[in-house]
């Protein structure tokens, strides 16, 4: 049992480019979640997901796409990086509401830098 | 839209001692869940403790241990017997029910020093 594995561990975009970040669970959790952690920032929500096929907007939705289309994948798209979105990117999972359990399981993080 | 305050940034406590940290939250649900989560160095995100508003006893986990004051809307954690390894960030979060999904809403986390 992985948990939440997050892929890559470090990555270096030039203004412009595109990248995809990886994030997997083998837990079968409905929930899962993108957030971006920023100096005296705390974290803050970027998409959800609820469950296979469904996703939504958290607080920093803003040149971030997301698609969930097995329940185990969750990546998060970056179309075209700018240097405001070098941050440190957590995903998490969880039962969700229907589980009755709330808490959200982190993984590793992916530190990102753009130039 | 629910807020959580942290209004220690910094901290630093002797090894062995006692250290509160303190945490204030803003909602109008009556139903939620306050977690303290930890962030050392290496920037994993672990799970220290957690509360269900609906629960008057407050929930301890071996030397961690919550002050929840629902009333006033306080969420404080206690760290006993400080040990090195305490050394990390500490963020308090909400989650609520908002539009029937939950979303996790984080403090701006205290830098917590545990001092030989």
Redesign the interface.
């Given at each position: 049992n992985a948990g939440v594995t997050q892929t890559p561990k470090f990555q270096v975009l030039k203004t412009g480019q595109s990248m995809t970040l990886q994030c997997a669970q083998d837990m079968n959790h409905e929930?899962m979640?993108w957030?971006r952690q920023d100096p005296?920032?705390?974290?803050?929500?970027i998409h959800?997901s609820?469950g296979a096929g469904i996703t939504?907007q958290?607080e920093v939705p803003n040149g971030y796409n997301v698609s969930r289309s097995t329940t185990e994948d969750f990546p998060l798209r970056l179309l075209s990086a700018a240097p405001s979105q070098t941050s440190?990117y957590?995903c998490?999972s969880?039962w969700?509401?229907s589980g009755g359990v709330?808490?959200?399981?982190?993984g590793?993080?992916t530190?990102l830098l753009v130039l | 839209a629910q807020t959580?305050t942290q209004s220690q940034p910094e901290m630093s406590v002797q090894e062995a001692e006692t250290v509160t940290l303190s945490c204030t939250y803003d909602t109008s649900e009556n139903n939620y869940?306050l977690?303290w989560?930890k962030q050392p160095p290496?920037?994993?995100?672990?799970?220290v403790i957690?509360q269900e508003a609906y629960k008057q006893q407050n929930a301890t986990e071996n030397r961690f241990s919550v002050n929840f004051q629902k009333a006033a809307k306080s969420f404080s954690l206690k760290i006993s017997d400080s040990q090195l390894g305490d050394t990390a960030m500490y963020?308090c979060?909400f989650?609520g029910?908002q539009g029937?999904?939950?979303?996790?809403?984080?403090?701006?986390?205290t830098k917590l020093t545990v001092n030989p």
């Open positions: 929930y979640s957030y005296g920032m705390g974290l803050r929500l959800y609820v939504d958290g440190v957590f998490a969880s969700g509401i709330e808490t959200q399981y982190f590793p993080g530190r | 959580v869940y977690f989560y290496s920037r994993q995100m672990i799970l957690r963020f979060a989650m029910y029937g999904s939950e979303k996790l809403v984080f403090g701006k986390g």
